[in-house]
């Protein structure tokens, strides 16, 4: 037997060090040749690395969170002949295998588990039959943070009479689930005197929770950090009357819907910038202020940003001026998909010369979205409300939206980026003209 040492791969663009996001076998596990043992992230997306041979995990490199250089250990195999560490070469890493391994109890092992220990064999029990011993407490089976508490209807419904939230009940059944008992032992540890001030849900909280900032997350942050610290940001709100655009678009999706499929505000003001950036060219453009060099674009490759559950991504849609609202409508939805289930290239996710963002219902009134570096504009949708709006002298009811845009100020000027937003303005509650050239 041997030992095989993968080093973590050079993954290219430039790229010299990675982050450990995610581990896929612990030590003991056998692995299998492109099995996936490890998630990485770059700048841009995830990599999986899988294993190149077979062979039984000795050791792994680093836990999650890390940051590994190119060309650093990845991973130890032990695999049948002489692998590729010579004997007394190299030593094993400094961190003991099974503290990194304990460091990942969560891991998505997907190699076999190694195979139970038997049981130490009992001493004969005496002639007599032994006393029944007595009934002990269930042990608590700890949950990860996020996990869903399992609980019984008839459970859940005492907890709720009681004030009691589930996720902070420890569950002593099968998979964590959390039974009757497990509720009495929480009142229990309440003390008397959250009882006295009125139930659980007025007990006093001392608990705290450290989170990690890894992963895409910890990219998120380097991201916003890095757009406000380098952009000088000035933000635009204009009202604008959708109430004809609606109405256009519920009769598209009326005779259209269901062999095109549907339409929703997004593709409408997609195309409503694509048509307005004719006349502003400054605004699809991206500033490398290092170079001191603004590279203005023919070409409009919208980024849509798109929540996950890791966190905020911004997927591209590429030559948006050159699509049909249906077109843009379906890569909307494509992109929102392959970011949500994790599948978006390294393509799909930079590129981009001007940024969407919408919260969709949770819009709000007015938000201040962050500039995506290094472009120089972003439009945030608002909620559409009905209000009062004065027509013709008469009080009539309109739907109405704010757009809330912000530009960078280095290269966009305040009255550009006025001109722009009015020149979307007139799109979107004239919705014709979105189909006049």
């Known amino acids: 037997m041997g030992i095989h040492v993968i080093k973590m791969p050079d993954i290219g663009e430039g790229i010299a060090e990675v982050e450990l996001v995610a581990w896929h076998v612990k030590v003991g596990d056998m692995v299998a040749e492109d099995q996936p043992l490890a998630d990485v992230m770059t700048d841009k997306a995830t990599v999986e690395i899988p294993a190149p041979v077979v062979g039984r995990v000795v050791a792994l490199g680093g836990e999650v969170g890390q940051v590994m250089a190119v060309g650093g250990e990845l991973i130890r195999l032990e695999v049948e002949g002489e692998g590729n560490l010579k004997p007394g070469a190299d030593a094993p890493p400094a961190k003991a295998p099974a503290v990194v391994a304990a460091a990942q109890p ?63 009940v420890p569950g002593s059944g099968p998979a964590g689930r959390i039974l009757h008992e497990d509720l009495d032992g929480y009142l229990q540890g309440q003390g008397a005197g959250a009882q006295a001030r009125g139930g659980v849900a007025y007990a006093e909280r001392n608990d705290e929770e450290n989170v990690p900032v890894i992963g895409l997350r910890r990219k998120i942050a380097q991201k916003m950090a890095e757009s406000k610290r380098r952009i000088p940001h000035f933000s635009y709100v204009e009202e604008i009357d959708v109430t004809e655009l609606e109405e256009l678009r519920a009769s598209l999706n009326q005779k259209w819907g269901a062999s095109r499929g549907k339409l929703t505000l997004l593709p409408l003001l997609a195309r409503a910038m694509v048509v307005a950036l004719r006349d502003f060219p400054q605004i699809n453009a991206r500033y490398d202020d290092e170079g001191g060099v603004v590279t203005r674009y023919g070409a409009v490759h919208i980024g849509i940003a798109t929540q996950s559950e890791g966190g905020l991504m911004v997927p591209v849609m590429r030559h948006a001026e050159a699509r049909d609202l249906w077109s843009i409508a379906a890569e909307i939805v494509r992109l929102a998909e392959a970011v949500r289930t994790g599948g978006a290239s390294r393509d799909e996710l930079s590129g981009s010369t001007i940024t969407i963002t919408s919260l969709g219902p949770l819009g709000g009134i007015v938000t201040t979205p962050v500039i995506n570096h290094p472009e120089v504009g972003i439009v945030g949708v608002n909620r559409i409300v009905e209000r009062p709006a004065i027509r013709n002298g008469a009080v009539v009811a309109r739907k109405l939206m704010n757009l809330s845009s912000s530009f960078d100020h280095r290269v966009v000027d305040g009255m550009d980026a006025a001109r722009f937003i009015q020149a979307v303005r007139a799109l979107l509650e004239q919705p014709a003209l979105l189909f006049v050239e």
């Open 106 to 168: 969560a891991a998505a092992a997907s190699g076999p588990a190694p195979a139970p220990q038997a049981a130490p064999a009992k001493a004969s029990a005496p002639a007599a039959a032994p006393a029944k011993p007595a009934r002990q407490a269930p042990a608590a089976v700890a949950r990860q943070p996020g996990d869903k508490p399992l609980a019984s209807p008839a459970v859940r419904k005492r907890a709720w009479d009681l004030g009691i939230e589930l996720r902070y």
